[in-house]
């Protein structure tokens, strides 16, 4: 069967997650309700978008990068969208290339083909957006009011390696820290970029065999590295899947100094994390929130062909949990939050690093495909939480918290999120943190839909 018939059966091509190829620009755009007058900054979101029609079995996450914005300042907005100009998508044009369910031919040593498409997080350092990739890969610096490319991002000639997707900015010191693995060798690394821009800091870090984690924590003085009991497989490449878990090795969190030195390990029971929520430190402890994968109950629907698997394995399904580390006993302990399943989880970003009260999430649907139908907000402390939802047939992206100026409380700001509906009409919505269940406090009506994507990040002052 060709591949574009194959891909007929592909979830990820179609309806909400359907390609938007066209870049638009648009300003002072129609608002319901009111945008607040001191909300000045952006909200972008990153996610794939393939640039012309795939081929050949065509995964989510091979689709080229395009970043979202919608721009907040004196009560009006304006939006934008542009794809990110990595190197792969500058060399190939709108050519499309093989993904990672085909084998590679032209990378020696290399067992399967990957774009480096730059789709996946966005973080927001040294004034611009930096746009990064699930596999690790070359940030690519991007111009925080255009969206246009300006340069795979070497920090002057200085990156050793690649930078993962969910690297951290620490707001107080402004630096950025990050982490990067390969998929074939036992070794993980991290390492510290200024405020203005300079690498400082690199180090490898050894582990029993590869890896292929996710996220990873930050605290004040410590990064928290995941060694967790799921490698790259080309078995589960052969069969549409793209991870596959070794339940008889135990996770394992690797408490690294900032400044570097070496790793201080914990072992917990078997488990996969995708998202971290925050993490801290309480005196001799390290504390890490994230969100714990649970099985997602459902059973690949021969309805996706070929795809099943893949629409199985990407259907994820969480619980926050915390990770306690004693840096002097070397004892460690994990502890349940809540129940309730979410994932993709936010926090007022202004505390990165430092012990948060409240988290954000985003909610599912029992649909095998990512459908985000409302918002979540935890006490960390208790596990209470609140929730908004989303209007019937409307699916959400994962948030961005706002902060508002000169506020001392935590949760005293907006949630912004994308939404899209079955009708092809997207919006931003921009949700009161402290009024949380209620309506959105302004509806801004954008030019064009946003298929559903990945991940965002709040610019203040953007």
């Known amino acids: 069967m060709a591949g574009n018939a194959l891909n007929n059966f592909n979830p990820y091509l179609h309806g909400l997650y359907a390609p938007v190829r066209e870049e638009v620009s648009a300003d002072d755009l129609s608002v319901v309700g009111e945008i607040p007058r001191d909300l000045h900054g952006a909200y972008f979101r990153n996610g794939p978008n393939p640039a012309s029609p795939p081929k050949g079995m065509h995964h989510w996450f091979d689709g080229d990068g395009m970043i979202h914005g919608v721009w907040f ?7 934008r969208n542009r794809y990110v100009g990595t190197q792969d998508l500058r060399a190939n044009g709108a050519a499309d290339m093989p993904g990672i369910f085909e084998p590679s031919k032209d990378a020696p040593g290399r067992k399967v083909n990957y774009r480096d498409t730059a789709n996946t997080d966005l973080v927001y350092h040294n004034g611009k957006l930096l746009a990064l990739w699930y596999i690790s890969g070359q940030p690519v610096a991007v111009d925080a009011q255009t969206l246009e490319t300006i340069r795979t991002e070497t920090f002057g000639g200085k990156l050793p390696r690649n930078i993962s997707a969910h690297s951290k900015v620490d707001q107080v ?18 390492g510290n970029v200024s405020r203005d821009g300079v690498l400082t800091q690199f180090q490898e870090i050894d582990l029993p065999g590869p890896r292929l984690p996710h996220d990873m924590g930050l605290t004040e003085n410590y990064v928290i590295l995941h060694d967790l009991p799921v490698i790259f497989s080309e078995a589960a490449i052969r069969n549409r899947m793209w991870q596959i878990h070794v339940a008889d090795q135990p996770t394992r969190f690797g408490v690294v100094p900032r400044k570097g030195g070496a790793p201080k390990w914990f072992e917990f029971p078997t488990c996969y994390i995708y998202h971290v929520i925050n993490a801290w430190e309480e005196g001799d402890e ?14 690949p629907d021969p309805k996706y062909g070929p795809y099943a698997a893949m629409a199985d394995v990407l259907a994820l399904r969480a619980q926050p949990f915390r990770w306690r580390m004693n840096m002097k006993t070397g004892e460690g302990c994990e502890e349940q939050i809540d129940d309730a399943v979410s994932e993709f989880p936010v926090v007022n970003t202004d505390m990165t690093g430092r012990k948060t009260k409240f988290s954000y999430h985003v909610l599912f649907d029992n649909c095998i495909e990512q459908r985000f139908t409302g918002l979540l907000k935890y006490d960390l402390e208790t596990g209470a939480s609140e929730r908004h939802e989303f209007p019937q047939g409307v699916y959400g992206s994962e948030p961005a918290f706002a902060p508002q100026e000169g506020s001392a409380a935590e949760d005293d700001g907006w949630l912004v999120t994308f939404t899209a509906d079955k009708y092809g009409n997207s919006e931003a919505h921009v949700i009161d943190a402290r009024n949380f269940a209620a309506p ?11 298929p559903a994507g990945f991940h965002g990040v709040w610019a203040q002052g953007a």
């Open 286 to 299: 390290v504390v890490m929130a994230a969100c714990k994968m649970v099985p997602n109950g459902l059973k």
């Open 440 to 450: 959105p406090v302004a509806r801004v009506k954008l030019p064009q839909r946003v």
């Open 173 to 190: 010191t402004g630096e950025l820290v990050f982490f990067d693995y390969a998929l074939y060798e036992p070794k993980m690394w991290t």
């Open 73 to 79: 300042e004196n009560g009006k907005a304006r939006y």
